[in-house]
């Protein structure tokens, strides 16, 4: 298993007075759940008492999650005013998301705009893609396009149109082609640490205070297939 974050390896991308944007690892959870797990959260707020020397309890808003197996760019608000607009921002999709995904089947086509009706399944904590909708299904909807071709595998690039449970794994799988290492919806094997090539690449938003526009690229993990990309 990869060493999670903790203060002193925490991969910050951006950082001023109202946000912090860092760059998650696999396994690591972005808020505690229960698991007991030390959340992702958690250290940044620790990295940002060290350094900033703060007395007292640090203020940190989690704005929006990753799964634990997904690396990628996460943000959080350092102010309750940040937060606020950051909230507003991510809910009304005005921000441009784009993920990278690497899966064995390719694609039915070279890129495509995949839209499903996504209903969750609170027991097993997946959902379901369907082509109709179904009673408590959600609209979902993405694009990708194949951006490189390796050896026994596809890179693929995703922007997401909205933000359901699992649903780039859950649409991916839908299609044939699930994300390696992701047992959950249909891969057949699991990855070494326990992840899944699923990375949250690139985020385009404009700062909730500054009003300036910001464009976050994280790096992908290192390992292999990730570099051949």
């Given at each position: 298993m ?14 001023d007075?109202?946000i ?6 696999v ?5 505690g759940?229960?698991t007991?797990d030390k ?11 060290d350094?900033?020397n703060?007395?007292g309890?640090v ?5 929006h999650?990753l799964?634990?197996?997904t690396?990628?760019i ?7 005013k ?6 507003e921002?991510?809910?009304n ?5 784009t993920?990278?995904a ?9 890129e495509?705009k995949?839209?499903h009706y996504?209903?969750?399944n609170?027991k097993?904590?997946?959902s379901?893609?369907?082509?109709k909708?179904?009673p ?6 993405l694009d990708?396009?194949i951006?490189?071709e390796?050896?026994n595998y ?7 149109h909205t933000?359901r449970?699992?649903q780039i794994r ?5 299609i ?6 992701d047992?959950?919806y249909?891969?057949?094997?699991s ?8 990375h949250a690449?690139?985020?385009?938003f404009?700062h ?5 526009n910001i464009?976050?690229?994280?790096p992908?993990?290192?390992d292999?297939i990730?570099r051949a990309?």
């Amino acid at each position: 298993m990869k060493t999670l974050s903790n203060k002193n390896n925490l991969q910050v991308l951006h950082e001023d007075n109202h946000i912090i944007v860092v760059n998650k690892r696999v396994g690591d959870i972005v808020q505690g759940d229960k698991t007991g797990d030390k959340p992702l959260s958690e250290v940044v707020k620790e990295y940002i008492k060290d350094k900033y020397n703060k007395p007292g309890e640090v203020f940190l808003g989690v704005v929006h999650r990753l799964d634990r197996p997904t690396t990628g760019i996460v943000v959080f608000a350092r102010t309750s005013k940040a937060l606020t607009r950051l909230n507003e921002m991510f809910s009304n999709r005005e921000t441009q998301k784009t993920y990278w995904a690497v899966v064995k089947n390719k694609p039915p086509k070279s890129e495509d705009k995949l839209v499903h009706y996504l209903k969750r399944n609170e027991k097993n904590n997946t959902s379901k893609a369907h082509i109709k909708e179904v009673p408590e299904s959600k609209l979902a909807s993405l694009d990708y396009k194949i951006i490189k071709e390796l050896n026994n595998y596809f890179a693929l690039e995703i922007n997401l149109h909205t933000g359901r449970h699992h649903q780039i794994r859950a649409q991916l799988s839908a299609i044939g082609s699930p994300i390696k290492g992701d047992l959950k919806y249909g891969f057949d094997r699991s990855n070494p640490d326990g992840g899944i090539h699923l990375h949250a690449r690139k985020l385009v938003f404009t700062h909730p205070v500054t009003k300036e526009n910001i464009q976050i690229i994280a790096p992908v993990p290192d390992d292999v297939i990730w570099r051949a990309i």
